[in-house]
């Protein structure tokens, strides 16, 4: 008896060995399930591009389930440690997109990107042709002030992913 309780721990010793042994190597060849690199995963003109996409869908998250933002570096780490889904992560680039542009309010020459912004994508009223009327500018001013916004909002976040930035 007692030699037979040897045996089946010496196979059982031995089975658990390999599979140690096959699930180390496993592994060691597995690609790491986070990454860490630090360059970011879109250069900055297809990032600007894809922001650009994003703005026209801030009202309906499923639309950006295809964005390439929601592997974005920013998206990524503020997902860490969460099995987020692709919605999650929209909503998560939403948020960024919404807290990133609410701080350019508290600057006076941002301020005016801002509000641009926000008539436009943020809390849209319509037309370009109404948000400049509502901003009681022509829409010459307006579209400058839209654009001073749009690449503003591009930098910063750029600056974060990219990682020149602290958060």
């Known amino acids: 008896m007692k030699s037979m309780i040897n045996r089946s721990f010496t196979l059982v010793d031995t089975v658990l060995t390999f599979l140690a042994g096959r699930t180390l190597a496993f592994l060691e060849t597995s690609a790491p399930l986070c990454s860490s690199k630090k360059d970011p995963a879109l250069n900055k003109s297809e990032f600007e591009a894809a922001l650009r996409e994003a703005l026209k869908f801030l ?56 509000r641009a912004l926000l008539h436009t994508y943020l809390s849209p009223i319509g037309t370009q042709e109404k948000a400049a009327e509502l901003l009681d500018l022509p829409f010459s001013t307006y579209r400058r002030h839209l654009a001073e916004g749009i690449a503003l909002l591009t930098e910063t976040l750029w600056l974060q992913e990219s990682g020149e930035m602290l958060k």
């Open 59 to 114: 009202d309906r998250p499923e639309a950006l389930l295809n964005n390439p933002l929601l592997h974005s570096r920013v998206v990524e780490e503020s997902t860490r440690g969460v099995a987020a889904t692709a919605k999650a992560r929209a909503l998560v680039l939403l948020s960024l997109i919404r807290e990133t542009a609410s701080g350019m309010q508290s600057h006076p020459k941002r301020a005016r990107g801002y």
